[in-house]
């Protein structure tokens, strides 16, 4: 018998165009560690052992099996170059070659519904089936080829992107091509024995689009989570860097002034998101004044961190020695208030201490009230005028006001996220209990006296999720 009239000749011929597919769509996908010429002889050597074994398969069987030796040739012979021609994990090789092997797959239906549109009167698997195999092998190469175009245009960046997001875990998803394929595989011996065929018309092709959509929606899922999850993670690592650049720009290096024996000092921020909009400073504005500085800016996370680097700067550049520290929160007021669209405002309190008459001048914008400890004394809150709020109107005047320490004074300054702590039942940690942990830790060393005021939030919170910033700072006068 003529080859050229052999069902089995042209069923693997067939099988061959898919698999031709199959390999350009690998190659063009993943990154070729190997010369092109040894890879397309190395694909070329696959195919040739593909097309014997598909054939005489097909030859020395019925028309019952034609369809396994065509599908698990594919599954046998394509992945095997993968492994030593590509650069990429074997997860991802896998999981490529066996996702195309799918598309090939599909492009073999669409192939066998384009054909018996155009010749219905022959029976694939009779005498004649030749008469029709010829026809679908050209009509395959077309389809092939217009795959092969739409995945190059359309998909190919965006499978190429979520493999770089995914290299590390494309182990956990090279599954789902195996299952789409063999489960294809499967619905297509089901339908094609209960005698569903293109012969039968609208019903064949309404069911195959339904399969074909629920395996597209399947594939759609995988790929945009991957980039929903990539764009996390990006924004993720973002707010990592920007937290570490907010922490760098606060004071943290204790004790700062390591040559100064007037004052010690002690701070920590713990912000509620990656990044908060409560801050605190400290700097001498000369050799014998050390300014203090804690605020806490209205909202959370990226506003108010960008909106806390304005306020930081604008007070700090203002702050200088021939300017009193009510003319600072003036002009730094006015100049927030300055295209100041999003109505966001800041609560802050400033001090500078005199180091030689131990003279403390302050000025408040509606903060908490800062506690203070006379030597050998205890906690308590300082009776100041609240303030009104940077930011929240323009045109507004500050006035300072000033106190005396002595040698042994402690100063703690706070933001509201001390004191609004809660815990699963919505109590607030507030004054009271904050005054509790300061008198018991009041004679510890700075960095434990704030740390023991934090164990005291963390054991009342009992777990709650922190809901605002928290800062707190302390100086104590020597």
Same mark, same amino acid.
């Given at each position: 018998?003529?080859?050229?009239?052999?069902?089995?000749?042209?069923?693997?011929?067939?099988?061959?165009?898919?698999?031709?597919?199959?390999?350009?769509?690998?190659?063009?996908?993943?990154?070729?560690?190997?010369?092109?010429?040894?890879?397309?002889?190395?694909?070329?050597?696959?195919?040739?052992?593909?097309?014997?074994?598909?054939?005489?398969?097909?030859?020395?069987?019925?028309?019952?099996?034609?369809?396994?030796?065509?599908?698990?040739?594919?599954?046998?012979?394509?992945?095997?170059?993968?492994?030593?021609?590509?650069?990429?994990?074997?997860?991802?090789?896998?999981?490529?070659?066996?996702?195309?092997?799918?598309?090939?797959?599909?492009?073999?239906?669409?192939?066998?519904?384009?054909?018996?549109?155009?010749?219905?009167? #022959?029976? $694939?698997?009779? %005498?004649?089936?030749?008469? *029709?195999? &010829?026809?679908? !092998?050209?009509?395959? +190469?077309?389809?092939?080829?217009?795959?092969?175009?739409?995945?190059?245009?359309?998909?190919?960046?965006?499978?190429?992107?979520?493999?770089?997001?995914?290299?590390?875990?494309?182990?956990?998803?090279?599954?789902?091509?195996?299952?789409?394929?063999?489960?294809?595989?499967?619905?297509?011996?089901?339908?094609?024995?209960?005698?569903?065929?293109?012969?039968?018309?609208?019903?064949?092709?309404?069911?195959?689009?339904?399969?074909?959509?629920?395996?597209?929606?399947?594939?759609?899922?995988?790929?945009?989570?991957?980039?929903?999850?990539?764009?996390?993670?990006?924004?993720?690592?973002?707010?990592?860097?920007?937290?570490?650049?907010?922490?760098?720009?606060?004071?943290? #290096?204790? $004790?700062?002034? %390591?040559?100064?024996?007037? *004052?010690? &000092?002690?701070? !920590?921020?713990?912000? +509620?998101?990656?990044?908060?909009?409560?801050?605190?400073?400290?700097?001498?504005?000369?050799?014998?004044?050390?300014?203090?500085?804690?605020?806490?800016?209205?909202?959370?996370?990226?506003?108010?961190?960008?909106?806390?680097?304005?306020?930081?700067?604008?007070?700090?550049?203002?702050?200088?020695?021939?300017?009193?520290?009510?003319?600072?929160?003036?002009?730094?007021?006015?100049?927030?208030?300055?295209?100041?669209?999003?109505?966001?405002?800041?609560?802050?309190?400033?001090?500078?201490?005199?180091?030689?008459?131990?003279?403390?001048?302050?000025?408040?914008?509606?903060?908490?009230?800062?506690?203070?400890?006379?030597?050998?004394?205890?906690?308590?809150?300082?009776? #100041?005028? $609240?303030?009104?709020?940077?930011?929240?109107?323009?045109?507004?005047?500050?006035?300072?006001?000033?106190?005396?320490?002595?040698?042994?004074?402690?100063?703690?300054?706070?933001?509201?996220?001390?004191?609004?702590?809660?815990?699963?039942?919505?109590?607030?940690?507030?004054?009271?209990?904050?005054?509790?942990?300061?008198?018991?830790?009041?004679?510890?060393?700075?960095?434990?006296?704030?740390?023991?005021?934090?164990?005291?939030?963390?054991?009342?919170?009992?777990?709650?999720?922190?809901?605002?910033?928290?800062?707190?700072?302390?100086?104590?006068?020597?």
């Amino acid at each position: 018998m003529n080859i050229l009239t052999e069902n089995s000749f042209w069923y693997a011929a067939a099988g061959l165009v898919s698999a031709m597919l199959a390999v350009i769509l690998t190659h063009i996908t993943l990154e070729c560690k190997r010369k092109p010429i040894f890879a397309w002889l190395s694909w070329g050597l696959s195919l040739a052992c593909y097309f014997v074994f598909a054939w005489l398969g097909c030859r020395l069987t019925g028309p019952q099996w034609y369809d396994y030796f065509i599908f698990f040739g594919w599954m046998i012979f394509l992945p095997l170059p993968c492994f030593y021609l590509y650069k990429e994990p074997i997860s991802t090789k896998l999981f490529t070659v066996v996702t195309v092997i799918f598309l090939s797959n599909v492009g073999s239906f669409l192939t066998g519904l384009s054909t018996t549109a155009l010749i219905n009167n #022959i029976d $694939p698997y009779g %005498p004649e089936g030749y008469r *029709f195999l &010829i026809p679908f !092998t050209i009509m395959k +190469a077309l389809i092939a080829a217009a795959i092969g175009i739409i995945f190059v245009v359309f998909l190919r960046r965006t499978v190429i992107d979520v493999f770089n997001i995914l290299s590390h875990k494309m182990g956990r998803y090279v599954p789902i091509p195996f299952i789409a394929c063999f489960g294809f595989f499967c619905i297509v011996q089901i339908v094609q024995s209960v005698g569903l065929l293109p012969q039968t018309g609208i019903l064949f092709v309404l069911f195959y689009l339904v399969i074909c959509l629920i395996f597209a929606v399947m594939y759609w899922l995988i790929f945009s989570n991957a980039i929903w999850s990539s764009r996390a993670m990006k924004t993720q690592a973002e707010l990592n860097v920007a937290r570490n650049i907010q922490r760098d720009m606060l004071p943290c #290096i204790f $004790p700062p002034f %390591p040559d100064r024996q007037e *004052f010690d &000092i002690y701070a !920590t921020m713990d912000p +509620a998101k990656e990044v908060g909009g409560d801050f605190y400073d400290f700097f001498l504005v000369d050799d014998k004044h050390l300014a203090l500085v804690i605020s806490d800016v209205s909202g959370k996370g990226v506003p108010a961190a960008l909106f806390m680097v304005i306020a930081k700067t604008l007070i700090k550049n203002q702050t200088q020695p021939d300017i009193s520290l009510g003319e600072v929160f003036t002009r730094v007021n006015d100049q927030l208030c300055e295209n100041n669209g999003e109505g966001m405002f800041v609560t802050s309190f400033m001090a500078v201490l005199d180091l030689d008459t131990l003279e403390l001048t302050y000025v408040n914008a509606g903060h908490n009230p800062p506690v203070l400890r006379r030597n050998n004394g205890e906690f308590s809150f300082l009776k #100041i005028n $609240p303030g009104f709020v940077l930011a929240g109107l323009e045109g507004m005047m500050y006035k300072e006001d000033k106190i005396s320490l002595a040698k042994g004074d402690r100063l703690f300054l706070y933001t509201d996220g001390v004191t609004e702590a809660n815990n699963p039942s919505g109590e607030l940690f507030g004054d009271d209990r904050l005054l509790e942990s300061l008198n018991k830790n009041a004679t510890l060393p700075l960095d434990q006296l704030l740390g023991g005021v934090k164990a005291s939030m963390d054991a009342f919170s009992a777990g709650a999720e922190q809901f605002d910033d928290i800062t707190m700072m302390v100086v104590e006068v020597r």
